[in-house]
Nanobody, 115 residues
Framework: QVQLVESGGGLVQAGGSLRLSCAAS????????MGWYRQAPGNQRDLVAH???????NYADSVKGRFTISRDNAKNTLYLQMNSLKPEDTAVYYC?????????WGQGTQVTVSS
């Protein structure tokens, strides 16, 4: 079983920055992908950024140049640095991990960007 715990969300003014963290624990083998999704009220859950199995990173067009995904393998922790935040970035951000044919999700962390 894999557990994912996000932290780092909060309220920030437009143009500000936040860094989200996702600490992974449990039996983690052969990771196929890991990254971040977000879901705004009334919307579907959308991919923000992720690492594919070969280590490449991918970003949603809406966050390219502003968000950076990174990871610390020694700490089993995934990060999302979010700069130049916009009100439309307001959402619950979820960490995910895909391994051995299963998808795991964190509980989500709220990010609110005020104009």
């Amino acid at each position: 079983q894999v557990q994912l715990v996000e932290s780092g969300g909060g309220l920030v003014q437009a143009g500000g920055s936040l860094r989200l963290s996702c600490a992974a624990s449990g039996s983690i083998f052969s990771i196929n992908a890991m990254g971040w999704y977000r879901q705004a009220p009334g919307n579907q859950r959308d991919l923000v950024a992720h690492y594919s199995g070969d280590g490449n990173t991918n970003y949603a067009d809406s966050v390219k140049g502003r968000f950076t995904i990174s990871r610390d393998n020694a700490k089993n922790t995934l990060y999302l640095q979010m700069n130049s935040l916009k009100p439309e970035d307001t959402a619950v951000y979820y960490c995910f991990l895909s391994s051995m044919g299963r998808n795991y999700w964190g509980q989500g962390t709220q990010v609110t960007v005020s104009s």
